[in-house]
Every structure is written in structure tokens, then in C-alpha cells.
């Protein structure tokens, strides 16, 4: 328990060290995964060799860490144009794109749970976007509202990952494939890396505790709680982002975003709660 709220809380202040890199979003995004990735194969390279296994190709990793590594990129972005609250919980749509992309997959509606849980959360985000304002459905929204989408697709595809393939090496692959990803992505848009030079301290710190540390904290999480536990402590992130802002930034939220908000948190806990399975009778 202690390891997921210090997982969620460590990511809640990416938001902060995001900012004061000074660097383009996509490069901090690219050195995240990369110095992620270089101390990844360092305990994959330990691992394979003390349990005597080899690090074979997982498709759905690859993928799953195509998705993570385009959400963060997203987050990114919209952490450099809208405020981080408003990041934060835009992204934490993410569970809610899955539970669609499921029903989509499966040919079959929601059920009643979920559809509460879609409304509560898409009412939030109407409302913590502003999107009765002319200037309501900025870019950073937009950039906000992707990062959730590839995060849903993040969770759906990683439904998908055969079991036999063990932690290091499904987290080795997502690595590999976000620093793919982004690179393409630094690669088409000739993004600098001037500032870099100047935040490496912050960047270095994303890359270590952000990227690694918090990775291997969620890990072991999730090894040792059920689902629900590990669902409503992750939850920790958007709040502590939220309260960074408000502290540090001074970023005011509305009335109406505000209510946005615990719309937001009300299907997070929905999300949460344990679903009531029907008694078989004989």
C-alpha cells in the first residue's frame, strides 16, 4: 500500500519538474523513457541471466509501451498549455476510454456501472474544460484529452499481455517502444534539445524516479494489492498534481470546474468499488 501512494504521489509532482526543465515537451518526454529504458535492461540483463531465461519479443508490450510513451508525450504538452490540475485529470480519463474500448471490442453496451462511471467522468471533463467558453477547448485540452486516450489504450492492450511474460521484461519492451515512438516523433518535428543543457537536473531526476523508480514502486504494488486497492491509491496522482499547481503556480480553479472535479473523483471511486457478482443458483 505504502509503495502504490508513494508511486502516485511522485508522479503527481511530474507536472512541477516538467516545468522547471525548461526543455521542449517531447525532449523531456524522450529522455524519460530513455534513461528509464538504460537502467530497465540493467535489471533485465540481472534478471535473465539469474533465473536463466531469455527476453523474448512480447508484440503486446511493444504496443502497450507505444501507447504509454504517446500518452505522456501528450501530457506533456499539455502540462506546457494548460494548467496541471487540468492535465492531470484529463489524462485520468484514461480508465474510462478503456472500459469503451472494451464494450467496443466485445460488441456489447455498457452496463450500468460503467455507464455512470462514463457520464460522471465526461460531465467532469465538460466542465473542468470550460467548454461553454469560446476559449474553453484550447490546445493544452486537447493535448490533455489524447493523453487519456492513449493511457485507455495503454490499459486495454495491456489486458492483452500473456501472462507467462514476466514483469521485467514486459516493462523492458515498453520502454524500448516509447523511446521508439517518441524519437519518430523528435525525428518529424525537429524539436531542440538546447534546454536540456540547462534543466538536466530536473530531466535527470524524471528519468530516474519518475521513469524507473516509480515504475518498479507500481510493480511490486500491484503484485501485492487487489485491484480496487491499487486503483483508488493511484488515484492520489491528479490530487497532489492539482494541489501543485494551486501551491506553487497559483493556478485558481471555478466554481464550475471545481464541481467538474468531483464529478470526476465520484467516477474514480465508482470505478473503485467492487462489483457485485450474482449468486449462481443450482
Same mark, same amino acid.
Given at each position: 500500500?505504502?509503495?502504490?501512494?508513494?508511486?502516485? +504521489?511522485?508522479?503527481?509532482?511530474?507536472?512541477?519538474? *516538467?516545468?522547471? %526543465?525548461?526543455?521542449?515537451?517531447?525532449?523531456?518526454?524522450?529522455?524519460?523513457?530513455?534513461?528509464?529504458? *538504460?537502467?530497465? !535492461?540493467?535489471?533485465?540483463?540481472?534478471?535473465?541471466? =539469474?533465473?536463466?531465461?531469455? *527476453?523474448?519479443?512480447?508484440?503486446?508490450? $511493444? $504496443?502497450?509501451?507505444?501507447?504509454?510513451?504517446?500518452?505522456?508525450?501528450?501530457?506533456? @504538452?499539455?502540462?506546457?498549455?494548460? !494548467?496541471?490540475?487540468?492535465?492531470?485529470?484529463?489524462?485520468?480519463?484514461?480508465?474510462?476510454?478503456?472500459?469503451?474500448?472494451?464494450?467496443?471490442?466485445?460488441?456489447?453496451?455498457?452496463?450500468?456501472?460503467?455507464?455512470?462511471?462514463? +457520464?460522471?467522468?465526461?460531465?467532469? @471533463?465538460?466542465?473542468? !474544460?470550460?467548454?461553454?467558453?469560446?476559449?474553453?477547448?484550447?490546445?493544452?485540452?486537447?493535448?490533455?484529452? &489524447?493523453?487519456?486516450?492513449?493511457?485507455?489504450?495503454?490499459?486495454?492492450?495491456?489486458?492483452?499481455?500473456?501472462?507467462?511474460?514476466?514483469?521485467?521484461?514486459? +516493462?523492458?519492451?515498453?520502454? &524500448?517502444?516509447?523511446?521508439?515512438?517518441?524519437?519518430?516523433?523528435?525525428?518529424? %518535428?525537429?524539436?531542440?534539445?538546447?534546454?536540456?543543457?540547462?534543466?538536466?537536473?530536473?530531466?535527470?531526476?524524471?528519468?530516474?524516479?519518475?521513469? @524507473?523508480?516509480?515504475?518498479?514502486? %507500481?510493480?511490486?504494488?500491484? =503484485?501485492?494489492?487487489?485491484?480496487?486497492?491499487?486503483?483508488?491509491? !493511484?488515484?492520489?496522482?491528479?490530487?497532489?498534481?492539482?494541489?501543485?499547481?494551486?501551491?506553487?503556480?497559483?493556478?485558481?480553479?471555478? %466554481?464550475?470546474?471545481?464541481?467538474?472535479?468531483?464529478?470526476? *473523483?465520484?467516477?474514480?471511486?465508482?470505478?473503485?468499488?467492487?462489483?457485485?457478482?450474482?449468486? =449462481?443458483?443450482?
Amino acid at each position: 500500500m505504502s509503495a502504490a501512494l508513494v508511486a502516485a +504521489v511522485l508522479m503527481g509532482c511530474l507536472g512541477f519538474l *516538467v516545468r522547471k %526543465t525548461g526543455a521542449d515537451a517531447a525532449v523531456v518526454a524522450f529522455f524519460r523513457f530513455a534513461i528509464g529504458f *538504460v537502467l530497465m !535492461s540493467c535489471v533485465v540483463l540481472y534478471y535473465c541471466r =539469474k533465473k536463466q531465461e531469455k *527476453v523474448g519479443f512480447s508484440p503486446s508490450s $511493444f $504496443f502497450s509501451g507505444i501507447s504509454i510513451g504517446l500518452c505522456i508525450l501528450f501530457y506533456f @504538452f499539455a502540462l506546457q498549455n494548460t !494548467s496541471i490540475g487540468l492535465a492531470a485529470f484529463v489524462m485520468y480519463l484514461g480508465p474510462v476510454f478503456a472500459i469503451i474500448g472494451e464494450a467496443v471490442m466485445r460488441r456489447r453496451l455498457p452496463g450500468v456501472r460503467e455507464w455512470l462511471i462514463i +457520464v460522471l467522468a465526461f460531465s467532469g @471533463f465538460v466542465m473542468i !474544460s470550460s467548454l461553454g467558453d469560446a476559449e474553453g477547448l484550447n490546445k493544452g485540452t486537447l493535448y490533455a484529452l &489524447l493523453s487519456g486516450i492513449f493511457y485507455g489504450g495503454y490499459i486495454l492492450i495491456n489486458r492483452f499481455i500473456p501472462g507467462q511474460i514476466t514483469l521485467p521484461v514486459r +516493462v523492458f519492451w515498453q520502454f &524500448l517502444a516509447a523511446v521508439c515512438a517518441i524519437g519518430l516523433v523528435l525525428l518529424c %518535428t525537429g524539436c531542440s534539445f538546447a534546454g536540456v543543457a540547462t534543466g538536466w537536473p530536473y530531466v535527470l531526476t524524471i528519468g530516474v524516479v519518475q521513469g @524507473f523508480a516509480v515504475l518498479l514502486l %507500481t510493480g511490486y504494488a500491484i =503484485k501485492h494489492l487487489s485491484a480496487i486497492e491499487y486503483g483508488a491509491l !493511484s488515484y492520489a496522482e491528479p490530487l497532489v498534481a492539482l494541489l501543485l499547481g494551486i501551491v506553487l503556480y497559483d493556478e485558481s480553479m471555478t %466554481t464550475i470546474q471545481i464541481v467538474g472535479i468531483m464529478l470526476i *473523483v465520484a467516477g474514480m471511486v465508482v470505478q473503485c468499488l467492487p462489483e457485485k457478482r450474482e449468486k =449462481k443458483t443450482k
